[in-house]
Protein backbone atom coordinates (compact mmCIF):
# COMPACT_ATOMS: atom_id res chain seq x y z
CA UNK A 1 0.00 0.00 0.00
CA UNK A 2 2.73 2.23 -0.11
CA UNK A 3 2.79 3.13 -3.55
CA UNK A 4 -0.37 4.19 -2.86
CA UNK A 5 -0.05 8.10 -2.53
CA UNK A 6 2.42 8.37 -5.34
CA UNK A 7 -0.35 6.80 -7.74
CA UNK A 8 -2.65 9.22 -6.48
CA UNK A 9 -0.45 11.86 -7.43
CA UNK A 10 0.64 9.94 -10.14
CA UNK A 11 -3.11 10.59 -11.32
CA UNK A 12 -3.57 13.96 -10.40
CA UNK A 13 -0.76 14.79 -12.93
CA UNK A 14 -2.30 12.63 -15.95
CA UNK A 15 -5.26 14.28 -15.30
CA UNK A 16 -3.75 17.88 -14.83
CA UNK A 17 -2.03 17.19 -18.34
CA UNK A 18 -5.45 16.11 -20.05
CA UNK A 19 -7.51 18.82 -18.81
CA UNK A 20 -4.88 21.17 -20.62
CA UNK A 21 -5.68 19.44 -23.26
CA UNK A 22 -9.90 18.85 -23.26
CA UNK A 23 -10.45 22.31 -22.09
CA UNK A 24 -9.50 23.85 -25.56
CA UNK A 25 -10.49 21.26 -27.61
CA UNK A 26 -14.27 21.19 -25.33
CA UNK A 27 -13.81 24.85 -25.63
CA UNK A 28 -14.04 24.48 -29.88
CA UNK A 29 -16.23 21.67 -29.86
CA UNK A 30 -18.72 23.15 -27.76
CA UNK A 31 -19.49 25.69 -30.50
CA UNK A 32 -18.34 24.53 -33.47
CA UNK A 33 -19.49 20.62 -33.03
CA UNK A 34 -17.40 19.04 -35.22
CA UNK A 35 -13.45 17.07 -34.16
CA UNK A 36 -11.01 19.19 -35.37
CA UNK A 37 -7.77 16.67 -35.45
CA UNK A 38 -5.91 20.17 -36.31
CA UNK A 39 -5.74 20.68 -32.79
CA UNK A 40 -3.54 17.84 -31.75
CA UNK A 41 -0.75 19.08 -34.08
CA UNK A 42 -0.98 23.08 -31.99
CA UNK A 43 0.43 20.83 -29.08
CA UNK A 44 3.41 20.84 -30.62
CA UNK A 45 3.43 24.03 -32.57
CA UNK A 46 3.16 25.55 -29.03
CA UNK A 47 6.41 23.33 -28.12
CA UNK A 48 8.69 23.98 -30.70
CA UNK A 49 8.11 27.61 -30.72
CA UNK A 50 9.15 27.95 -27.26
CA UNK A 51 11.94 25.11 -28.20
CA UNK A 52 13.47 27.43 -31.28
CA UNK A 53 13.36 31.09 -28.75
CA UNK A 54 14.52 29.43 -25.67
CA UNK A 55 16.70 26.63 -26.33
CA UNK A 56 17.68 27.77 -29.76
CA UNK A 57 17.81 31.43 -29.81
CA UNK A 58 18.14 31.86 -25.48
CA UNK A 59 15.08 34.19 -25.47
CA UNK A 60 13.89 34.29 -21.60
CA UNK A 61 11.60 32.05 -20.63
CA UNK A 62 8.93 34.94 -19.66
CA UNK A 63 8.85 35.60 -22.95
CA UNK A 64 9.17 32.41 -24.66
CA UNK A 65 6.61 31.01 -23.64
CA UNK A 66 3.49 33.74 -24.00
CA UNK A 67 5.27 33.81 -27.61
CA UNK A 68 4.86 30.10 -27.80
CA UNK A 69 1.32 30.50 -26.69
CA UNK A 70 0.45 33.04 -29.39
CA UNK A 71 1.97 31.75 -32.21
CA UNK A 72 -0.24 28.69 -31.41
CA UNK A 73 -3.29 31.08 -31.44
CA UNK A 74 -2.19 32.73 -34.18
CA UNK A 75 -1.50 29.24 -36.37
CA UNK A 76 -5.17 28.09 -34.78
CA UNK A 77 -6.70 30.95 -36.10
CA UNK A 78 -5.34 31.04 -39.38
CA UNK A 79 -6.16 27.28 -39.89
CA UNK A 80 -9.97 28.15 -39.14
CA UNK A 81 -9.75 31.35 -41.50
CA UNK A 82 -7.79 29.12 -43.92
CA UNK A 83 -9.46 26.03 -43.84
CA UNK A 84 -12.83 25.09 -41.99
CA UNK A 85 -14.16 28.62 -42.39
CA UNK A 86 -14.90 28.06 -45.81
CA UNK A 87 -15.65 24.50 -45.89
CA UNK A 88 -18.34 25.66 -43.04
CA UNK A 89 -19.44 28.91 -45.84
CA UNK A 90 -20.36 25.93 -48.19
CA UNK A 91 -22.49 23.56 -45.72
CA UNK A 92 -20.35 21.03 -45.55
CA UNK A 93 -20.45 17.47 -43.44
CA UNK A 94 -19.07 17.21 -40.03
CA UNK A 95 -17.51 14.50 -42.18
CA UNK A 96 -15.21 16.96 -44.52
CA UNK A 97 -14.37 18.71 -41.56
CA UNK A 98 -12.96 16.28 -40.16
CA UNK A 99 -11.15 15.45 -43.01
CA UNK A 100 -10.09 18.88 -43.33
CA UNK A 101 -8.64 19.06 -39.81
CA UNK A 102 -6.76 15.76 -40.09
CA UNK A 103 -5.27 17.20 -43.34
CA UNK A 104 -4.28 19.86 -41.15
CA UNK A 105 -2.85 17.71 -38.57
CA UNK A 106 -1.00 16.03 -40.89
CA UNK A 107 0.56 19.01 -42.52
CA UNK A 108 1.58 20.53 -39.43
CA UNK A 109 2.97 17.54 -38.07
CA UNK A 110 5.03 17.34 -41.32
CA UNK A 111 6.14 20.84 -41.14
CA UNK A 112 7.31 20.95 -38.07
CA UNK A 113 9.15 17.55 -38.36
CA UNK A 114 10.69 19.51 -41.38
CA UNK A 115 12.27 22.35 -39.89
CA UNK A 116 13.03 20.82 -36.48
CA UNK A 117 14.00 16.86 -37.39
CA UNK A 118 11.56 14.39 -35.50
CA UNK A 119 14.66 13.89 -33.00
CA UNK A 120 13.07 14.01 -29.25
CA UNK A 121 14.09 17.07 -27.52
CA UNK A 122 13.32 18.30 -23.65
CA UNK A 123 12.90 22.04 -23.07
CA UNK A 124 14.18 22.01 -19.92
CA UNK A 125 17.90 22.82 -19.67
CA UNK A 126 18.69 20.57 -16.88
CA UNK A 127 16.21 18.64 -15.09
CA UNK A 128 18.85 18.00 -12.08
CA UNK A 129 17.78 21.61 -10.84
CA UNK A 130 14.31 20.81 -11.16
CA UNK A 131 12.73 21.65 -7.67
CA UNK A 132 10.56 18.08 -6.29
CA UNK A 133 7.95 18.34 -3.66
CA UNK A 134 6.59 15.69 -1.53
CA UNK A 135 2.68 15.38 -0.73
CA UNK A 136 2.00 13.03 1.50
CA UNK A 137 4.33 10.80 0.64
CA UNK A 138 3.91 10.88 -3.08
CA UNK A 139 6.52 12.93 -5.04
CA UNK A 140 5.43 15.61 -7.71
CA UNK A 141 7.80 18.26 -9.52
CA UNK A 142 7.57 21.98 -10.04
CA UNK A 143 6.90 21.28 -13.95
CA UNK A 144 3.75 19.04 -12.71
CA UNK A 145 2.71 21.18 -10.04
CA UNK A 146 2.51 24.58 -12.66
CA UNK A 147 0.79 22.30 -14.92
CA UNK A 148 -2.15 21.23 -12.25
CA UNK A 149 -2.28 25.01 -10.84
CA UNK A 150 -2.49 26.27 -14.91
CA UNK A 151 -5.30 23.90 -16.12
CA UNK A 152 -7.66 25.01 -12.98
CA UNK A 153 -6.52 28.44 -13.78
CA UNK A 154 -7.71 27.97 -17.03
CA UNK A 155 -10.47 26.08 -16.46
CA UNK A 156 -11.71 28.84 -13.74
CA UNK A 157 -11.09 31.31 -16.10
CA UNK A 158 -12.88 29.97 -19.14
CA UNK A 159 -15.63 29.45 -16.66
CA UNK A 160 -16.12 32.76 -16.07
CA UNK A 161 -15.47 34.10 -19.62
CA UNK A 162 -18.26 31.28 -20.57
CA UNK A 163 -20.74 33.14 -17.89
CA UNK A 164 -20.11 36.88 -17.57
CA UNK A 165 -18.67 38.04 -20.28
CA UNK A 166 -20.38 39.34 -22.89
CA UNK A 167 -18.43 37.42 -25.79
CA UNK A 168 -18.71 34.38 -23.66
CA UNK A 169 -22.76 34.70 -23.82
CA UNK A 170 -22.07 34.63 -27.57
CA UNK A 171 -19.76 32.18 -27.50
CA UNK A 172 -22.55 30.00 -25.91
CA UNK A 173 -25.45 31.08 -28.42
CA UNK A 174 -22.99 30.04 -31.29
CA UNK A 175 -22.80 26.63 -29.38
CA UNK A 176 -26.66 26.04 -29.32
CA UNK A 177 -27.33 27.48 -32.35
CA UNK A 178 -25.14 29.23 -35.06
CA UNK A 179 -27.96 30.10 -37.17
CA UNK A 180 -30.27 31.86 -34.79
CA UNK A 181 -27.00 33.58 -33.34
CA UNK A 182 -26.66 35.19 -36.48
CA UNK A 183 -30.38 36.29 -36.62
CA UNK A 184 -29.84 38.11 -33.43
CA UNK A 185 -26.94 39.96 -34.92
CA UNK A 186 -24.40 38.22 -33.16
CA UNK A 187 -20.78 37.91 -35.75
CA UNK A 188 -20.12 33.89 -35.66
CA UNK A 189 -17.25 33.91 -37.77
CA UNK A 190 -15.64 36.89 -35.41
CA UNK A 191 -16.34 34.56 -32.37
CA UNK A 192 -15.98 31.29 -33.27
CA UNK A 193 -12.56 32.93 -35.27
CA UNK A 194 -11.46 33.64 -31.30
CA UNK A 195 -12.62 30.40 -29.64
CA UNK A 196 -10.31 28.80 -32.31
CA UNK A 197 -7.36 31.47 -31.12
CA UNK A 198 -8.15 30.68 -27.75
CA UNK A 199 -8.36 26.85 -28.12
CA UNK A 200 -5.46 26.90 -29.69
CA UNK A 201 -3.57 29.11 -27.20
CA UNK A 202 -4.20 26.39 -24.65
CA UNK A 203 -3.21 23.55 -27.03
CA UNK A 204 0.43 25.42 -27.42
CA UNK A 205 0.06 25.86 -23.62
CA UNK A 206 -0.42 22.06 -23.32
CA UNK A 207 2.35 21.05 -25.37
CA UNK A 208 4.78 23.61 -23.52
CA UNK A 209 3.97 22.45 -20.23
CA UNK A 210 4.35 18.68 -21.66
CA UNK A 211 7.70 19.47 -23.38
CA UNK A 212 9.04 20.62 -20.09
CA UNK A 213 7.56 17.95 -18.16
CA UNK A 214 8.91 15.07 -20.68
CA UNK A 215 10.10 16.44 -23.95
CA UNK A 216 8.51 17.29 -27.49
CA UNK A 217 8.45 15.26 -30.74
CA UNK A 218 7.09 16.33 -34.05
CA UNK A 219 4.41 13.80 -33.51
CA UNK A 220 3.55 14.60 -29.88
CA UNK A 221 -0.25 15.62 -30.66
CA UNK A 222 -2.08 12.68 -31.68
CA UNK A 223 -1.38 10.85 -28.34
CA UNK A 224 -2.16 14.11 -26.43
CA UNK A 225 -5.41 15.00 -28.52
CA UNK A 226 -6.67 11.17 -28.23
CA UNK A 227 -6.39 11.18 -24.03
CA UNK A 228 -8.52 15.06 -24.63
CA UNK A 229 -10.72 13.60 -26.38
CA UNK A 230 -11.44 10.52 -23.82
CA UNK A 231 -11.62 12.79 -20.97
CA UNK A 232 -14.24 15.38 -22.93
CA UNK A 233 -16.27 12.52 -23.76
CA UNK A 234 -16.06 10.65 -20.31
CA UNK A 235 -16.88 14.10 -18.87
CA UNK A 236 -19.37 15.99 -21.30
CA UNK A 237 -18.37 16.81 -24.60
CA UNK A 238 -18.82 20.49 -24.87
CA UNK A 239 -18.78 20.81 -20.42
CA UNK A 240 -15.56 22.70 -19.37
CA UNK A 241 -16.51 21.33 -16.30
CA UNK A 242 -17.17 18.07 -17.57
CA UNK A 243 -13.87 17.94 -19.19
CA UNK A 244 -11.58 18.75 -16.06
CA UNK A 245 -13.95 15.83 -14.73
CA UNK A 246 -13.12 13.58 -17.84
CA UNK A 247 -9.47 14.34 -17.59
CA UNK A 248 -8.78 13.55 -13.62
CA UNK A 249 -11.17 10.46 -13.99
CA UNK A 250 -9.15 9.40 -17.24
CA UNK A 251 -6.02 9.89 -15.13
CA UNK A 252 -7.14 7.85 -11.98
CA UNK A 253 -8.53 5.16 -13.90
CA UNK A 254 -5.42 4.69 -16.18
CA UNK A 255 -2.90 4.93 -13.47
CA UNK A 256 -4.92 2.36 -10.82
CA UNK A 257 -6.37 0.48 -13.34
CA UNK A 258 -2.36 -0.95 -13.91
CA UNK A 259 -1.82 -1.44 -10.44
CA UNK A 260 -1.66 -5.17 -10.66
CA UNK A 261 -1.49 -5.86 -14.09
CA UNK A 262 1.83 -4.29 -16.25
CA UNK A 263 1.86 -1.46 -17.23
CA UNK A 264 1.18 -1.76 -21.28
CA UNK A 265 -2.45 -1.88 -20.52
CA UNK A 266 -2.81 1.37 -20.00
CA UNK A 267 -3.71 2.70 -23.14
CA UNK A 268 -5.72 -0.65 -24.10
CA UNK A 269 -7.57 0.92 -20.52
CA UNK A 270 -8.23 3.87 -21.09
CA UNK A 271 -9.59 3.22 -24.71
CA UNK A 272 -11.74 0.27 -23.26
CA UNK A 273 -13.17 3.19 -20.99
CA UNK A 274 -13.99 5.43 -23.57
CA UNK A 275 -16.04 2.83 -25.31
CA UNK A 276 -18.35 1.84 -22.63
CA UNK A 277 -19.19 4.98 -21.63
CA UNK A 278 -19.95 5.25 -25.96
CA UNK A 279 -22.18 2.60 -25.20
CA UNK A 280 -23.75 3.16 -22.07
CA UNK A 281 -23.81 6.85 -21.69
CA UNK A 282 -22.47 8.70 -24.49
CA UNK A 283 -23.55 12.13 -23.29
CA UNK A 284 -21.12 12.22 -20.28
CA UNK A 285 -20.84 12.38 -16.56
CA UNK A 286 -21.92 16.43 -17.05
CA UNK A 287 -24.37 17.07 -19.34
CA UNK A 288 -23.76 20.28 -21.55
CA UNK B 1 -12.62 21.18 -70.74
CA UNK B 2 -13.36 17.23 -71.22
CA UNK B 3 -10.36 17.23 -74.14
CA UNK B 4 -7.91 19.49 -72.24
CA UNK B 5 -8.26 17.48 -69.27
CA UNK B 6 -7.06 14.50 -71.67
CA UNK B 7 -4.28 16.36 -72.72
CA UNK B 8 -2.95 17.41 -69.71
CA UNK B 9 -3.30 13.74 -68.63
CA UNK B 10 -1.24 12.67 -71.49
CA UNK B 11 1.24 14.93 -71.26
CA UNK B 12 1.69 14.01 -67.40
CA UNK B 13 1.99 10.34 -68.72
CA UNK B 14 4.59 11.25 -71.44
CA UNK B 15 6.74 13.04 -69.24
CA UNK B 16 6.72 10.35 -66.33
CA UNK B 17 7.87 8.34 -68.83
CA UNK B 18 10.42 9.98 -70.09
CA UNK B 19 11.87 10.60 -66.68
CA UNK B 20 11.73 6.80 -65.56
CA UNK B 21 13.49 5.64 -68.50
CA UNK B 22 16.25 8.45 -68.26
CA UNK B 23 16.48 7.41 -64.13
CA UNK B 24 17.33 3.92 -65.78
CA UNK B 25 19.73 4.34 -68.15
CA UNK B 26 22.22 7.12 -65.28
CA UNK B 27 21.92 4.16 -63.20
CA UNK B 28 22.79 0.99 -65.75
CA UNK B 29 26.20 0.95 -65.57
CA UNK B 30 26.75 1.37 -61.70
CA UNK B 31 26.98 -1.18 -59.20
CA UNK B 32 24.78 -0.04 -56.34
CA UNK B 33 24.24 -0.88 -52.61
CA UNK B 34 21.06 0.35 -51.86
CA UNK B 35 20.25 1.20 -48.44
CA UNK B 36 17.19 1.58 -46.80
CA UNK B 37 17.64 3.29 -43.65
CA UNK B 38 15.12 5.53 -41.06
CA UNK B 39 15.67 9.00 -42.44
CA UNK B 40 12.94 10.27 -40.91
CA UNK B 41 10.50 9.26 -38.14
CA UNK B 42 11.10 8.43 -34.58
CA UNK B 43 14.34 6.81 -35.45
CA UNK B 44 15.83 9.20 -37.72
CA UNK B 45 18.60 10.09 -35.84
CA UNK B 46 20.06 6.27 -35.76
CA UNK B 47 19.89 6.48 -39.83
CA UNK B 48 21.68 9.61 -39.81
CA UNK B 49 24.03 7.37 -37.37
CA UNK B 50 24.06 4.89 -40.29
CA UNK B 51 24.17 7.24 -43.30
CA UNK B 52 27.46 9.21 -41.78
CA UNK B 53 29.44 5.49 -41.46
CA UNK B 54 28.24 4.79 -45.71
CA UNK B 55 28.92 8.35 -46.39
CA UNK B 56 32.77 8.00 -44.87
CA UNK B 57 33.05 4.52 -46.74
CA UNK B 58 31.50 5.49 -50.18
CA UNK B 59 34.13 8.73 -49.94
CA UNK B 60 36.78 6.06 -50.14
CA UNK B 61 35.26 4.60 -53.16
CA UNK B 62 36.25 6.63 -55.85
CA UNK B 63 37.37 4.42 -58.73
CA UNK B 64 35.70 1.01 -57.21
CA UNK B 65 32.25 1.38 -59.90
CA UNK B 66 30.27 0.81 -57.06
CA UNK B 67 28.03 3.71 -55.35
CA UNK B 68 25.16 4.22 -52.59
CA UNK B 69 21.63 4.98 -53.02
CA UNK B 70 19.80 6.29 -49.94
CA UNK B 71 15.87 5.49 -49.66
CA UNK B 72 14.19 6.43 -46.31
CA UNK B 73 12.48 3.50 -44.94
CA UNK B 74 10.82 5.40 -42.66
CA UNK B 75 11.15 2.14 -40.28
CA UNK B 76 7.72 1.03 -41.88
CA UNK B 77 8.09 -2.31 -43.38
CA UNK B 78 5.95 -1.59 -46.01
CA UNK B 79 8.33 1.51 -47.55
CA UNK B 80 10.83 -0.19 -47.38
CA UNK B 81 9.78 -3.24 -49.30
CA UNK B 82 8.59 -0.93 -52.21
CA UNK B 83 11.87 0.70 -52.34
CA UNK B 84 13.53 -3.12 -52.06
CA UNK B 85 11.43 -4.14 -54.73
CA UNK B 86 12.74 -0.57 -56.98
CA UNK B 87 15.95 -1.72 -56.90
CA UNK B 88 15.79 -5.58 -56.61
CA UNK B 89 15.11 -6.16 -60.66
CA UNK B 90 18.10 -4.35 -62.09
CA UNK B 91 20.74 -6.29 -62.03
CA UNK B 92 23.61 -3.89 -61.08
CA UNK B 93 21.90 -3.78 -57.14
CA UNK B 94 24.89 -5.90 -55.15
CA UNK B 95 23.68 -5.39 -51.53
CA UNK B 96 21.16 -3.71 -49.73
CA UNK B 97 21.82 -2.03 -45.97
CA UNK B 98 18.75 -1.31 -43.35
CA UNK B 99 18.15 -0.47 -39.83
CA UNK B 100 15.99 -1.59 -37.20
CA UNK B 101 14.37 -4.60 -36.51
CA UNK B 102 10.88 -4.03 -38.22
CA UNK B 103 12.43 -3.50 -41.52
CA UNK B 104 14.91 -6.03 -41.23
CA UNK B 105 12.75 -9.19 -41.00
CA UNK B 106 10.40 -7.92 -43.79
CA UNK B 107 13.38 -7.70 -45.96
CA UNK B 108 14.83 -10.96 -45.04
CA UNK B 109 12.59 -13.39 -47.10
CA UNK B 110 12.72 -10.86 -50.04
CA UNK B 111 16.82 -10.86 -49.90
CA UNK B 112 16.97 -14.32 -49.67
CA UNK B 113 14.54 -14.85 -52.32
CA UNK B 114 16.53 -12.59 -54.76
CA UNK B 115 19.18 -13.67 -53.79
CA UNK B 116 20.53 -10.72 -52.88
CA UNK B 117 23.14 -9.76 -49.34
CA UNK B 118 21.85 -7.99 -46.90
CA UNK B 119 23.54 -6.35 -43.91
CA UNK B 120 21.44 -5.08 -41.26
CA UNK B 121 21.53 -3.55 -37.67
CA UNK B 122 18.99 -5.32 -36.15
CA UNK B 123 18.09 -7.05 -32.45
CA UNK B 124 15.17 -9.39 -33.21
CA UNK B 125 16.39 -12.81 -32.46
CA UNK B 126 14.59 -14.47 -35.20
CA UNK B 127 16.75 -12.39 -38.18
CA UNK B 128 19.51 -15.01 -37.35
CA UNK B 129 19.55 -17.99 -39.63
CA UNK B 130 22.02 -20.49 -41.03
CA UNK B 131 24.87 -19.47 -44.34
CA UNK B 132 22.07 -17.23 -46.01
CA UNK B 133 22.09 -14.18 -47.60
CA UNK B 134 21.62 -11.84 -44.45
CA UNK B 135 24.19 -11.27 -42.34
CA UNK B 136 23.52 -9.00 -38.70
CA UNK B 137 26.04 -6.13 -38.26
CA UNK B 138 25.37 -5.63 -34.24
CA UNK B 139 26.03 -7.86 -31.58
CA UNK B 140 23.05 -10.41 -31.18
CA UNK B 141 20.60 -10.15 -28.11
CA UNK B 142 22.51 -13.15 -26.53
CA UNK B 143 26.09 -11.83 -26.43
CA UNK B 144 24.08 -8.29 -24.97
CA UNK B 145 22.12 -10.31 -22.32
CA UNK B 146 25.36 -12.22 -21.51
CA UNK B 147 27.27 -9.10 -20.85
CA UNK B 148 24.51 -7.32 -18.94
CA UNK B 149 23.83 -10.32 -16.74
CA UNK B 150 27.81 -10.28 -15.95
CA UNK B 151 27.20 -6.85 -14.99
CA UNK B 152 24.20 -7.57 -12.94
CA UNK B 153 26.98 -10.13 -10.91
CA UNK B 154 29.34 -7.77 -11.49
CA UNK B 155 28.12 -5.01 -9.19
CA UNK B 156 26.50 -7.96 -6.51
CA UNK B 157 22.71 -7.31 -6.96
CA UNK B 158 20.32 -10.05 -6.04
CA UNK B 159 17.34 -8.74 -7.33
CA UNK B 160 15.96 -7.05 -10.74
CA UNK B 161 13.61 -5.54 -12.38
CA UNK B 162 12.86 -5.47 -16.20
CA UNK B 163 11.07 -2.36 -17.65
CA UNK B 164 10.95 -3.21 -21.44
CA UNK B 165 9.23 -1.27 -24.54
CA UNK B 166 6.64 -3.31 -26.16
CA UNK B 167 8.05 -4.10 -28.96
CA UNK B 168 10.43 -7.25 -30.76
CA UNK B 169 13.54 -6.01 -29.19
CA UNK B 170 12.38 -4.86 -25.79
CA UNK B 171 10.17 -8.58 -25.53
CA UNK B 172 13.18 -10.36 -27.43
CA UNK B 173 14.95 -8.97 -24.68
CA UNK B 174 12.62 -9.75 -21.51
CA UNK B 175 12.05 -13.10 -22.52
CA UNK B 176 15.76 -13.79 -23.10
CA UNK B 177 16.59 -11.82 -19.43
CA UNK B 178 14.09 -14.19 -17.86
CA UNK B 179 15.63 -17.30 -19.27
CA UNK B 180 18.84 -16.93 -18.40
CA UNK B 181 19.07 -14.57 -15.00
CA UNK B 182 19.56 -16.92 -12.14
CA UNK B 183 18.90 -14.30 -9.82
CA UNK B 184 15.51 -13.12 -9.14
CA UNK B 185 13.25 -10.75 -11.02
CA UNK B 186 10.90 -9.04 -8.63
CA UNK B 187 9.01 -6.98 -11.33
CA UNK B 188 8.58 -6.64 -15.29
CA UNK B 189 6.67 -3.69 -16.86
CA UNK B 190 5.82 -2.66 -20.32
CA UNK B 191 4.97 0.22 -21.99
CA UNK B 192 4.46 1.37 -26.08
CA UNK B 193 7.28 1.94 -27.69
CA UNK B 194 6.72 6.01 -28.41
CA UNK B 195 5.19 6.12 -24.75
CA UNK B 196 6.72 9.52 -22.95
CA UNK B 197 5.21 9.00 -19.37
CA UNK B 198 6.46 5.89 -17.45
CA UNK B 199 5.67 7.07 -14.01
CA UNK B 200 2.88 4.51 -13.35
CA UNK B 201 5.37 1.67 -14.23
CA UNK B 202 7.93 3.11 -12.25
CA UNK B 203 5.86 3.83 -9.01
CA UNK B 204 5.23 0.16 -9.05
CA UNK B 205 8.84 -1.46 -9.92
CA UNK B 206 9.69 1.29 -7.27
CA UNK B 207 7.31 -0.48 -4.66
CA UNK B 208 9.64 -4.36 -5.43
CA UNK B 209 12.36 -2.72 -4.31
CA UNK B 210 15.02 -3.90 -6.66
CA UNK B 211 18.47 -4.02 -6.61
CA UNK B 212 18.94 -3.32 -10.18
CA UNK B 213 16.19 -2.60 -13.07
CA UNK B 214 16.94 -3.21 -16.81
CA UNK B 215 15.78 -0.66 -18.82
CA UNK B 216 15.26 -3.00 -22.30
CA UNK B 217 14.29 0.18 -24.82
CA UNK B 218 15.70 2.68 -26.93
CA UNK B 219 17.41 5.96 -26.01
CA UNK B 220 14.46 8.14 -26.12
CA UNK B 221 12.93 5.95 -23.92
CA UNK B 222 16.03 5.14 -21.60
CA UNK B 223 15.94 8.75 -20.78
CA UNK B 224 12.64 9.53 -19.94
CA UNK B 225 13.11 6.54 -17.16
CA UNK B 226 16.10 7.83 -16.11
CA UNK B 227 14.51 10.95 -15.57
CA UNK B 228 11.36 10.19 -13.87
CA UNK B 229 13.33 7.42 -12.00
CA UNK B 230 15.21 10.32 -10.23
CA UNK B 231 11.98 12.23 -10.21
CA UNK B 232 10.31 9.51 -8.31
CA UNK B 233 13.59 9.01 -5.77
CA UNK B 234 14.61 5.72 -7.20
CA UNK B 235 17.62 4.33 -5.71
CA UNK B 236 18.04 1.21 -7.57
CA UNK B 237 20.51 0.90 -10.40
CA UNK B 238 19.60 1.79 -14.11
CA UNK B 239 21.49 -0.44 -16.65
CA UNK B 240 20.19 0.03 -20.31
CA UNK B 241 21.24 -2.43 -23.60
CA UNK B 242 22.50 -1.38 -26.83
CA UNK B 243 19.46 0.36 -28.30
CA UNK B 244 20.43 3.44 -25.70
CA UNK B 245 23.79 3.98 -26.74
CA UNK B 246 23.13 7.18 -28.61
CA UNK B 247 23.84 10.97 -28.38
CA UNK B 248 20.52 11.62 -27.41
CA UNK B 249 20.19 9.50 -24.60
CA UNK B 250 21.69 12.42 -22.34
CA UNK B 251 19.54 15.35 -24.05
CA UNK B 252 16.72 13.16 -23.31
CA UNK B 253 17.20 12.70 -19.60
CA UNK B 254 18.19 16.55 -19.02
CA UNK B 255 20.60 15.79 -16.31
CA UNK B 256 18.64 12.66 -14.81
CA UNK B 257 20.91 9.60 -16.23
CA UNK B 258 23.84 10.03 -13.20
CA UNK B 259 24.78 6.73 -12.79
CA UNK B 260 23.42 5.02 -15.53
CA UNK B 261 25.10 2.10 -16.75
CA UNK B 262 25.14 1.42 -20.62
CA UNK B 263 25.84 -2.27 -22.10
CA UNK B 264 26.93 -1.68 -25.92
CA UNK B 265 29.28 -2.70 -28.53
CA UNK B 266 32.15 -1.19 -28.54
CA UNK B 267 32.03 2.40 -30.25
CA UNK B 268 36.21 2.49 -30.61
CA UNK B 269 37.50 3.12 -33.66
CA UNK B 270 40.76 3.69 -34.49
CA UNK B 271 42.55 6.93 -34.32
CA UNK B 272 42.16 8.16 -37.87
CA UNK B 273 38.42 7.28 -38.18
CA UNK B 274 37.72 9.33 -34.95
CA UNK B 275 39.66 12.20 -36.01
CA UNK B 276 37.88 11.97 -39.33
CA UNK B 277 34.40 11.73 -37.93
CA UNK B 278 34.99 13.94 -34.90
CA UNK B 279 36.07 17.01 -37.73
CA UNK B 280 32.61 16.18 -39.67
CA UNK B 281 30.59 15.71 -37.05
CA UNK B 282 31.93 17.30 -33.96
CA UNK B 283 31.19 14.20 -32.01
CA UNK B 284 32.14 10.79 -30.99
CA UNK B 285 31.10 8.17 -33.63
CA UNK B 286 27.95 5.87 -32.47
CA UNK B 287 28.77 2.46 -33.15
CA UNK B 288 26.13 2.47 -35.78
CA UNK B 289 28.53 4.26 -37.87
CA UNK B 290 31.30 2.27 -37.64
CA UNK B 291 29.53 -1.17 -38.17
CA UNK B 292 27.71 0.46 -41.47
CA UNK B 293 31.27 1.82 -42.67
CA UNK B 294 32.70 -1.61 -42.06
CA UNK B 295 30.01 -3.19 -44.24
CA UNK B 296 30.44 -0.82 -46.69
CA UNK B 297 34.18 -1.76 -47.17
CA UNK B 298 32.94 -5.71 -46.99
CA UNK B 299 30.81 -5.50 -49.68
CA UNK B 300 33.50 -3.56 -52.00
CA UNK B 301 35.80 -6.42 -50.71
CA UNK B 302 33.28 -9.03 -51.58
CA UNK B 303 32.72 -7.17 -55.60
CA UNK B 304 36.28 -7.26 -55.81
CA UNK B 305 36.89 -10.75 -55.26
CA UNK B 306 33.65 -12.24 -57.02
CA UNK B 307 33.88 -9.13 -59.74
CA UNK B 308 33.88 -12.10 -62.40
CA UNK B 309 32.19 -14.83 -61.14
CA UNK B 310 29.81 -17.01 -62.94
CA UNK B 311 27.14 -16.73 -60.13
CA UNK B 312 28.20 -13.47 -58.69
CA UNK B 313 25.15 -13.28 -55.76
CA UNK B 314 26.36 -16.56 -54.53
CA UNK B 315 29.97 -15.69 -54.40
CA UNK B 316 29.11 -12.54 -52.46
CA UNK B 317 27.27 -14.11 -49.82
CA UNK B 318 29.64 -17.00 -49.38
CA UNK B 319 32.94 -14.53 -49.55
CA UNK B 320 31.48 -12.15 -46.89
CA UNK B 321 30.46 -15.45 -44.63
CA UNK B 322 33.91 -16.43 -44.78
CA UNK B 323 35.52 -13.32 -43.63
CA UNK B 324 38.36 -13.75 -41.38
CA UNK B 325 39.50 -11.30 -39.08
CA UNK B 326 38.66 -8.32 -41.28
CA UNK B 327 40.15 -4.82 -40.72
CA UNK B 328 37.08 -3.31 -38.90
CA UNK B 329 37.39 -0.13 -37.73
CA UNK B 330 36.96 -0.89 -34.13
CA UNK B 331 38.09 -4.12 -34.12
CA UNK B 332 38.65 -7.41 -36.92
CA UNK B 333 35.31 -8.57 -38.55
CA UNK B 334 34.35 -11.57 -37.93
CA UNK B 335 30.92 -13.91 -38.40
CA UNK B 336 29.72 -16.95 -37.03
CA UNK B 337 27.76 -19.41 -39.42
CA UNK B 338 24.16 -17.11 -39.18
CA UNK B 339 25.52 -14.33 -40.35
CA UNK B 340 26.01 -12.47 -36.60
CA UNK B 341 28.49 -10.22 -36.19
CA UNK B 342 31.06 -11.55 -33.09
CA UNK B 343 30.62 -8.11 -31.43
CA UNK B 344 32.32 -6.80 -28.61
CA UNK B 345 30.42 -4.92 -25.86
CA UNK B 346 31.83 -2.89 -23.45
CA UNK B 347 30.57 -1.02 -19.88
CA UNK B 348 29.94 2.61 -19.96
CA UNK B 349 28.69 4.82 -17.17
CA UNK B 350 27.09 8.41 -17.06
CA UNK B 351 29.52 10.31 -14.57
CA UNK B 352 28.85 14.32 -14.35
CA UNK B 353 26.27 14.09 -17.16
CA UNK B 354 28.61 12.25 -19.54
CA UNK B 355 29.18 8.86 -20.94
CA UNK B 356 32.43 7.15 -19.83
CA UNK B 357 33.92 3.75 -20.89
CA UNK B 358 34.56 2.00 -17.19
Known amino acids: MDILPQLIVNSIIAGAIYTLVALGFNLI ?181 VGFDTGIEPTMGLSLLLKGVIASIIGGIGNVYGGVLGAFLLGFIENFGIWKISGEWKDAIAFAVLILFLLFRPQGILRR | MNKKVVWIAIGFIIIVVILAVANNKQSSSDKTVVAIIPLSGATARTGEFAKRGIDMAVAELKGSGIKVVYEDSQLDPKTAISEFNRYAGDKNTIAYLTVGSPVAMALKPLAQQNRTVLMSIVSAPAYSSLNDYTFRINGTAQIELKNVIQQIHDIGAKSLAVLYQNDDYGKGLLNSIKANYAGTIVDEEGFPADATDMRSQLTKVKSKNPDVIFIAAYSKAVGLVARQAKDLALRSQLICGSACDTPDLLSTAAGGAEGLLVIAPTPKANTSFMSAHNAAYKEDPSYVTTRMYDSVNLIVQADKVCGTNADYKSCMKDTIHAVKDFPGVAFPVNFDQNGDLQDQFIVKKVVNGALQIQ
Not at chain 1, 144 to 160: C, H, K, N, R
Open chain 1, 29 to 209: YGTVKFFDLGYGALTAVGGYAVFWLYKLIGVPLYVAVPAGVLTSALIGFLIYRLVYAPLRTRKSSGTVLLVGSLGAFTALQAIVAILFTSQFQTLSKDSGAEAVYQIFGGVITQVQLIMLVTGIVIMIGIALLLKFTMFGKAVKAVGDDEEVAKIVGINTPRVIGWVFAIGSGIAGLAGIL
